[in-house]
């Protein structure tokens, strides 16, 4: 099983600052299979990135993800107030598809 | 558009089952596996297996295996995840996800979305 492992666990940053979100894999990943989502208080998780770097329809070009190999990041270039929540990345490359247990981006 | 709505939330006592249906719209259902996956509250993500609509195949974590089983009614664009032998740690809110495929022009790009609203389970005597 691949074990995702995300930091920080929580990110305290304010409105207009740049945040910076890892996500390390025990094994090698291709990029093809590592996603990112983001989840508010009370809903359903939603598709920021996929492929590692392509953003999903009608998310925001502040949001970025790079990576390859075992090392992973989602960048956000300039915090909004509606930015505040919890971030997860996943890998589709081998089952289970496991999730990280996310980074808590949160209001400084 | 593409959504996926779930069932209501359940109250189930221990060593019994619960089944959450999962309704598609906006797209052709059997084009696409659905997957499913839990969060129990305040906590992580946990991915529970998948099912082909088409085919009715499916593949579960081995964490479920022998307790959840995944299947669907093409009719009505509708997929089931039912768990038993439910305790007290099955207590979590259930989603489905539709798995979607970009294609990047040189390779697939596996992604869920959408996701269903979720559906909470909660196990009590």
């Known amino acids: 099983e691949i074990v995702l492992t995300q930091s920080p666990g929580t990110l305290s940053l304010s409105p207009g600052e740049r945040a910076t979100l890892s996500c390390r894999a025990s094994?090698?990943?291709?990029?093809?299979?590592l996603a990112w989502y983001q989840q508010k208080p009370g809903q359903a998780p939603r598709l920021l990135i996929y492929?590692?770097?392509n953003r999903a329809t009608g998310i925001p070009d502040r949001f970025s993800g790079s990576g390859s190999g075992t090392d992973f990041t989602l960048t956000i270039s300039r915090l909004e107030p509606e930015d505040f929540a919890v971030y997860y990345c996943q890998q589709y490359g081998s089952s289970p598809y496991t999730f990280g247990q996310g980074t808590k981006l949160e209001i400084k | 558009q593409v959504q996926l709505v779930q069932s209501g939330a359940e109250v189930k006592k221990p060593g019994a089952s619960v089944k959450v249906s999962c309704k598609a719209s906006g797209y052709t259902f059997t084009n696409y596996d659905i997957n499913w996956v839990r969060q129990a509250t305040g906590q992580g993500l946990e991915w529970m297996g998948w099912m082909n609509p088409t085919s009715g195949n499916t593949g579960y974590a081995q964490k479920f295996q022998g307790r959840v089983t995944m299947t669907s009614n093409t009719s009505i664009s509708t997929a089931y995840m039912e768990l038993s032998s439910l305790r007290s740690e099955d207590t979590a809110v259930y989603y489905c996800a539709r798995k979607y495929d970009f294609w990047s022009g040189y390779a697939y790009l596996p992604c869920f979305d959408p996701w269903g609203q979720g559906t909470l389970v909660t196990v009590s005597s």
């Open positions: 492929g590692a770097s």
């Open positions: 094994q090698s990943v291709t990029s093809t299979y």
